[in-house]
């Protein structure tokens, strides 16, 4: 896998975010909050979809304060739920009467209930996605958009320590990638991106800790641990940089974007798998 080097010498198609909507799932904390703060600080106004109602409703109110009153609205919504998330994708069209982009982000590391892992970092995804995708899409009477979809590095190769875990994020990537290209073939006018940060500091990155958590691979976290090693943690803000270029370059589309302590790229796939031949 060929990382390219992006270098940001400009695009023409430049996204202004002011007066546009957002929608941010898992934006209570860790990188959904970041992707949210960096979009009011371009100009966007910022629905935060999270099942952390505590922790939303105070972000809520330190967001208003610090980017001016109703610029960011608070949710309770787990997206696992297809109820909970249609009705605050519905009350958001309702306060805001539009989304411009959508930002799948909550995500979680459960090895041992795998179920709840896939219904959460892919079903839901998909779900998210496809709920933005009806609005936004033009035949539909919609305005185009952009959604933006959190993978991982795990999203391009595996995790030893959570085989459930690199699965949906294997899932994230290619279900992106494909329906990018069904967008632009079928002329929706939305784009649908990519991210694929590297280990960040955030919760979750306690998780590798936690048997609970990894349940039958506990026992490889000295794996994980030397995985850091070679990949050293990212901060909030470097991946939240990345996040902004997929939503502001209207050029990308079908973009994975790797964030990485040694740099940002976008992921070059090759078009022919690389195959030792074998004699049967
Ligand atoms: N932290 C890391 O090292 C990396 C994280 N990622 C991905 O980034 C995304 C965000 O992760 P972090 O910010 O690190 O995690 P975090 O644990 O700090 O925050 C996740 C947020 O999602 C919310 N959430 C969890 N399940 C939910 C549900 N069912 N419905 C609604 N909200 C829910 C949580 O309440 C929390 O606010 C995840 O998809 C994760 O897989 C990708 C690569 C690296
Ligand atoms: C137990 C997992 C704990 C936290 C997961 C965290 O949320 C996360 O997603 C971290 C992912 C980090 C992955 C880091 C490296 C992965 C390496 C291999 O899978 C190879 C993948 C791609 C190539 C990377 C490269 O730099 O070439």
Sequence with gaps: ???????????????????????????????????????????????????????????EENLNKAYGADRAHFYTA???SEQQF???????????????IFCNNAGIVNEKNWEKTVSINLCAVVRGTYLALEHMKKENGGQGGVIVNVASLAGLGPLPSAPIYTATKHGVVGFS???????????????????????????????????????????????TESLLDKHPLVEVEDVAKGFLL??????????????????????????????TPVSL
């Design 1 to 59: 896998m060929v990382f390219g080097k992006f270098e940001q010498a400009g695009s023409l198609w430049i996204m202004a975010l002011n007066g546009k909507v957002a929608v941010v799932t898992g934006a209570a904390q860790g990188l959904g909050k970041g992707f949210v703060e960096i979009l009011l600080q371009n100009g966007a106004n910022v629905a935060l979809l999270d099942l952390n109602e505590k922790a939303g409703k105070d972000l």
């Design 177 to 223: 990638r494909a329906l990018s290209m069904a967008s632009q073939l079928a002329n929706y006018g939305v784009r649908i991106n990519v991210l694929c940060p590297t280990f960040v500091r955030t919760a979750l990155i306690d998780t590798f800790h936690s048997e609970e958590l990894t349940g039958q691979f506990f026992n490889l976290k000295t794996v």
């Design 86 to 100: 249609k009705d605050a994708f519905q009350k958001v069209l309702t306060k805001f009467g539009r989304v411009d």
């Design 246 to 275: 997929l939503v502001k370059d209207e050029s990308l589309n079908g973009a994975v974007l790797a964030v990485r302590s040694t740099g940002t790229g976008i992921v070059s796939f090759p078009t022919e798998i690389p195959k």
């Design 78 to 80: 787990d997206v696992s």
